[in-house]
């Protein structure tokens, strides 16, 4: 079974400009979610989708970010403008259902580095 | 609001030294209980999960983990460690109830170091 995947791996930008993240669950789960990793904490969901629906948002700082999972499989996150405070390592997971037990499968993350 | 909070930060131990982590969580209601580890360059994967039974779950390579209800605790053990635990681990905890979403709460880690 393919796990999810997620592209680029890295990504250098300047402060101001725009960047997109891309994610690709794993096949026929349902539920997938956005979380930020700054260097020396745990991840912070950002945003959930349940098919192509938003569930939770509460902490993504929508004057600058933005997530999109059009035909409820791979999703895009943006972030425009960026800024130095949103150097991180940005992860995708997935799980077949809502079911709180589900256990979360993380793809590899994107690297994001804001100079 | 639901926090989560790992007792050790930085964890360095010799080959077959037992190991405990700890792992305390802030919620007043039933939780779903998470180990995540993430091995050097590779990417965040379930060590071992509690949602509801027995309070001593055991996961993958070895470890286990168990859940004190009264101290709000999920702590990790190993009895004796490898130098291919060196990694990251990380507690997290889910609120369980069909109105909660099953967004995870994690820690802010603990990198664990094992000198051969």
């Known amino acids: 079974e393919a796990g999810v995947a997620q592209s680029p791996r890295y990504k250098i930008i300047e402060k101001r400009q725009s960047v997109a993240f891309w994610c690709n669950p794993i096949s026929g789960h349902a539920t997938l979610y956005w979380y930020q990793q700054i260097l020396g904490q745990g991840p912070k969901l950002l945003i959930q989708f349940q098919n192509n629906g938003v569930v939770d948002d509460s902490q993504l700082p929508k004057d600058r970010f933005s997530a999109e999972r059009l035909k409820g499989v791979d999703s895009t996150l943006k972030i425009q403008p960026a800024k130095l405070e949103d150097s991180a390592v940005y992860l995708c997971a997935s799980t077949p259902t809502r079911n709180r037990g589900d256990t979360q499968y993380f793809g590899p993350g994107t690297r994001l580095t804001v100079l | 609001a639901q926090s989560v909070s790992q007792h050790n930060h930085h964890v360095i131990l010799s080959e077959a030294a037992s190991l405990e982590l700890g792992c305390n969580y802030s919620y007043g209601g039933t939780v779903n209980l998470f180990w995540y580890v993430q091995y050097p360059g590779q990417h965040l994967q379930l060590l071992l999960k509690y949602f509801s039974g027995d309070p001593l779950v055991k996961g993958i390579k070895g470890f286990e983990a168990e859940f004190i209800k009264s101290k709000f605790s999920f702590n990790l053990r190993k009895p004796s460690v490898q130098w291919s635990d060196t990694a990251e681990y990380f507690c997290?905890?889910?609120?369980?109830?069909?109105?909660?979403?099953?967004?995870?709460?994690f820690g802010q880690g603990t990198t664990l170091q094992v000198k051969p």
């Open positions: 997290a905890v889910n609120a369980a109830g069909s109105s909660n979403t099953g967004k995870l709460i």
